[in-house]
């Protein structure tokens, strides 16, 4: 069996990055992604803060980033991993389809995955009027009354994205006030296709077979009202996505893995990068910054290891 010097599972701008500077420092360097190069990153519609771009989409983003990773021979594969065992020397990654890989380090960037909000019959309208992507599906609200649940700053950018499509936007927010920043608020503000409803819970998705209304709670007053809505659509935070590493005991009691200023976890020879980790900012360049960190730290660590 071939031996990897690093795996990196998870292929968003992180991964990405780590994979190029590990390419870069001649390392046997491969990515394992189990969906499409970019991760969240995909599904933004815009970028405006990643350096030297100005705007550019983020399925452009995450296509020039995967294309660099290309044209330095970084070895991709599909997988979805279902554990990683510590071997001392070296480490094995398994996947859903049996596979299994052997390294001398593992770079882990796998981001989260959206948070629901566990309402009466979100799960059964999935897909029938409730989604979590506004790129994915937001053409099939045109000219339609939705709703928008969260109040940070992917919840109020993704309503601007939004308003180019739907009729109407109510964004309902469990907190009395946005939790996003001043300069999309006002963007928000400005579309004159949104309504907020702020310091509300939602209690249920109704509808048969397509969703049809949302039924909200005032959290102060206790008040119970029901909205009409053809669509809606729900940004109320992440989950770290670590279920395959939940035997290496890196994680912290949120779930998100923890790392020092090396990217290094409490093992040797794994690092993890991106939103996956316990920090404070989760952005695409800090998510590229960790990914540099974590490459030329384990280039120094195969090399005190003789590794290399």
């Not at 550019?56 to 290309?70: A, P, R, V």
Request: proline residues 2%; contains cysteine; charged residues 25%.
């Amino acid at each position: 069996m071939d031996r990897y010097d690093v795996i990196i599972i998870g292929a968003g701008p992180g991964g990405m990055t780590a994979a190029i500077y590990a390419q870069r420092a001649n390392l046997k360097t491969m990515m394992l992604e189990k969906a499409a190069p970019g991760g969240k990153m995909m599904t933004t519609w815009e970028v405006e803060n990643y350096t030297g771009f100005g705007k550019i989409g983020g399925f452009e983003l995450s296509e020039k980033m995967f294309n660099h990773t290309q044209e330095l021979g970084v070895e991709y594969k599909y997988g979805d991993v279902t554990n990683i065992v510590d071997k001392g020397t070296y480490k094995e990654v398994h996947t859903q389809t049996g596979e299994v890989y052997e390294t001398g380090t593992v770079i882990i960037g796998t981001g989260t995955i959206p948070r629901s909000t566990n309402a009466e019959g979100e799960s059964k309208l999935s897909g029938r009027g409730v989604s979590w992507c506004a790129i994915c599906d937001g053409a099939f609200f045109k000219d339609m009354d939705i709703a928008v649940i969260g109040g940070g700053n992917s919840a109020i950018e993704e309503a601007v994205f939004l308003t180019k499509t739907v009729k109407h936007i109510t964004v309902i927010n469990l907190l009395p006030t946005l939790q996003a920043d001043a300069k999309a608020v006002d963007e928000a503000k400005e579309t004159g296709k949104m309504d907020f409803m702020l310091g509300y819970e939602v209690v249920s998705f109704n509808g048969d077979k397509q969703l049809e209304s949302i039924t909200l709670r005032n959290v102060e007053t206790k008040e119970e009202s029901n909205l009409k809505v053809e669509g809606a659509f729900v940004f109320i935070g992440q989950i770290p996505e670590v279920s395959f590493a939940k035997e290496l005991n890196i994680t912290n009691k949120w779930g998100y893995i923890e790392v020092n200023a090396k990217m290094e976890t409490k093992i040797p020879g794994i690092y993890a990068i991106g939103d996956v980790i316990d920090k404070d900012l989760r952005q695409i360049i800090t998510a590229a910054s960790d990914g540099t960190i974590a490459a030329i730290e384990v280039a120094r660590y195969l090399e005190k290891s003789n590794k290399l």
